[in-house]
């Protein structure tokens, strides 16, 4: 079914100069807003926030998480999804002095349990209810029958392999089928079927093993002596069945994995899925477990299996694609205002596939390698024993997903984060943002690929050499790779790098950057769809490379792709390196990350969010470089054209 070609699109505004003050800076004829910032009351139990706000657990668990990230938006009615909506937000982690700014805190280890309860309810996900006003303006639905909270402590279920294994066997669940929480929700995806893929990135750094390590504690980086907030030291309510904070110490101490909390880590790294409407969650284990960073829908295809691309964020970890063993029924599409079990169907195409890995092989090609138990290694064996696993293991491959990868081949990259598809060419958008530990090649005296000797660094290898698709060997621009499959289950694809992040002035400028468009540390990426139209590719930064933070804060950047849509079933990727189509659209505040992007139905409003702000919004003075400190809040930034037209064009 040959997708007809979109219309040809151009953007329609003046790429803008970068910015270093506490404003948002959008292109002329466009307005911004803040909305829904951390703390914003989601119901009558929390107060307003106030400069001077001491929060509890409860208010907390009322009111918007901390630290926006990847976010997504769901319609009530097909009539209203341009201006009604749920909006999925997640919230990453915490700025404790933000957090505890009233009270001069946090308070040092052993840390109160009250303040760890408030810590922990900072993060995970927001669900809230979000309405175009009459007077152009966005604003939430407070005391909405939508707005919930899921964070770090909410019973959610296991699914697919892992779930039901002797690997997540923990005193809170014997059965191992039942966990809490989900940490460091950075970004994100979203499925036909109407539900959110909240993902699980740095989890490791709040989980603590001072012994009993096992290989996949040190490859993914668990950390000892203590956690990132030292939550473990908090005394919880003397239950050990709950153990409501010990269970962050992972350190065996009893008998068994039914006695202690040894296996707690091990319910955490997936891929989880919420359905919005009713704020169920499960995490889906058969999308591997590692940093993920998100978990992005492939084209597609009546038919075909639907395939989701996720990307391991950290130095020299790979990029892995899950294909689902169900084939794709336009009848499990989404039906918007009708009640009734998404995650059921989620259970259908989410649980039962397989996952890959990429290699990236240097002359343009690429190809996905099985991780299966039965997968034939490098070395001449089966995957399963060489990782010492039963033979049909499948919940351990799981567990030792990156070990998996190395084994198999897979290519390290430069920092895998997002990944977008265009949905009429099924081309496949990755950002991989930096690299401070690539060498040339042949000097990476402790990489090898597919073997024992490889250097398990705890997060990701110590150093790698460049290959193709990373190229450079100190990488601070980052990039953005692009890679196109014949058909949504193929194992092969051909890729190419669509655009080198530089600062203008850098001898390793690739893409020719200049003032008005040059960036580094690719992050967030979004390829919008428009009926019938060619979409727009937004880029975000989150960038700490000093050649360009002289020059300008973090930014969202523009792009309507050269290779055009069409090609799906004869890959044929034209060079992208003319970038004099990418143009700037929006800068952010001081010290803050733009992250999380999309644009509602009709196009006319595209919602992008501020990440740790220094000193933002309630802002003393937004046209100097300096403006004094206020309590910050990262926060949602709703932008629209003033004429009422579509964003970007
Ligand atoms: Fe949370 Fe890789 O960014
Ligand atoms: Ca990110
Ligand atoms: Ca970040
Ligand atoms: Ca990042």
Same mark, same amino acid.
């Given at each position: 079914n040959p997708t007809p070609e979109p219309t040809p699109i151009t953007l329609g505004f003046e790429s803008i100069a970068g910015s270093k003050t506490d404003a948002i800076v959008v292109p002329p004829g466009y307005s911004a807003q803040v909305l829904i910032?951390?703390?914003?009351? &989601? =119901?009558? &139990?929390?107060?307003?926030w106030s400069e001077n706000l001491a929060f509890t657990p409860t208010i907390q668990e009322n009111s918007v998480g901390m630290h926006h990230d990847g976010m997504y938006f769901f319609p009530l009615s097909e009539d209203t999804a341009s201006n009604d909506f749920i909006l999925a937000l997640n919230n990453e982690y915490i700025d404790q002095g933000a957090l505890w700014a009233p009270q001069n805190g946090p308070t040092a280890a052993p840390r109160p349990a009250d303040e760890v309860r408030t810590e922990i309810n900072a993060h995970g996900i927001t669900l809230v209810r979000i309405q175009k006003q009459s007077d152009g303006s966005w604003s939430h639905v407070k005391n909405s029958s939508y707005n919930r909270r899921i964070t770090s402590s909410t019973p959610m279920r296991l699914s697919g392999p892992v779930a039901g294994s002797d690997y997540v066997i923990t005193p809170y669940s014997p059965s191992g089928t039942m966990t809490r929480g989900t940490n460091n929700n950075c970004a994100m995806g979203y499925t036909p079927w109407g539900t959110y893929l909240t993902c699980e990135e740095n989890w490791p750094g709040y989980f603590i093993k001072d012994s009993g390590r096992e290989k996949d504690d040190d490859r993914l980086g668990i950390e000892t002596g203590h956690g990132r907030y030292y939550w473990e030291t908090a005394a919880g309510d003397g239950s050990e069945v709950n153990d409501e904070f010990g269970r962050f110490n992972a350190t065996p101490t009893g008998t068994g994995p039914s006695d202690d909390y040894r296996n707690e880590p091990r319910t955490f790294g997936y891929v989880v899925e919420i359905d919005p409407y009713t704020g169920t969650a499960v995490k889906r284990t058969h999308l591997g477990r590692f940093r993920h960073e998100g978990c992005w829908l492939g084209k597609l295809v009546e038919g075909e299996p639907?395939?989701?691309?996720s990307g391991h964020d950290s130095r020299n970890e790979y990029i892995y694609k899950f294909v689902s063993a169900k084939m794709w029924s336009a009848s499990d599409e989404s039906k918007v205002g009708s009640s009734y079990d998404r995650l059921d169907v989620g259970n259908s195409y989410l649980d039962e596939g397989t996952l890959y890995v990429a290699k990236f092989n240097d002359n343009g090609t690429g190809e996905w390698i099985a991780l299966t138990p039965d997968a034939q290694t490098p070395g001449g064996s089966t995957l399963a024993a060489e990782l010492g696993l039963g033979a049909d293991d499948l919940?351990?491959?799981?567990?030792?997903t990156c070990d998996a990868a190395d084994i198999m081949g897979g290519t390290p990259m430069d920092r895998p984060e997002w990944a977008s598809v265009d949905p009429a060419s099924g081309m496949v958008y990755m950002t991989l943002t930096n690299n401070s530990k690539r060498t040339e090649e042949n000097t990476a005296a402790t990489y090898t690929n597919g073997g024992s000797a490889i250097e398990e660094a705890g997060v990701g290898f110590s150093t790698a050499p460049t290959n193709g698709p990373n190229p450079r060997a100190s990488n601070n621009g980052g990039q953005v790779v692009r890679w196109l499959e014949a058909s949504p289950g193929a194992t092969e694809f051909e890729w190419e790098v669509f655009v080198?992040?530089?600062?203008?002035?850098?001898?390793? =400028? &690739?893409?020719? &950057?200049?003032?008005?468009?040059?960036?580094?540390s690719p992050d967030g990426l979004w390829y919008d769809?428009?009926?019938g139209e060619q979409g727009i590719l937004w880029i975000q930064t989150d960038n700490g490379y000093s050649n360009v933070t002289d020059y300008t804060n973090d930014q969202m950047l523009a792009v309507v792709p050269s290779s055009v849509a069409g090609e799906s079933n004869s890959p044929s990727i034209v060079d992208g390196r003319d970038q004099s189509n990418l143009k700037r659209f929006l800068v952010g505040p001081n010290g803050c990350e733009i992250t999380g992007v999309f644009a509602n139905a009709d196009k006319t409003?595209?919602?992008?969010?501020v990440q740790h702000p220094g000193n933002w919004p309630s802002v003393k003075d937004a046209t100097v470089e300096t403006a004094g400190s206020v309590r910050p809040r990262a926060s949602t930034v709703v932008i629209w054209k003033d004429d009422g037209g579509q964003v970007g064009v």
């Open positions: 910032p951390w703390g914003t009351p &989601l =119901n009558d &139990l929390a107060p307003e639907v395939v989701f691309y919940a351990g491959i799981i567990i030792h080198f992040g530089a600062a203008a002035s850098d001898t390793d =400028n &690739l893409s020719g &950057l200049t003032d008005m468009n040059q960036f580094a769809q428009r009926d409003a595209i919602f992008v969010n």
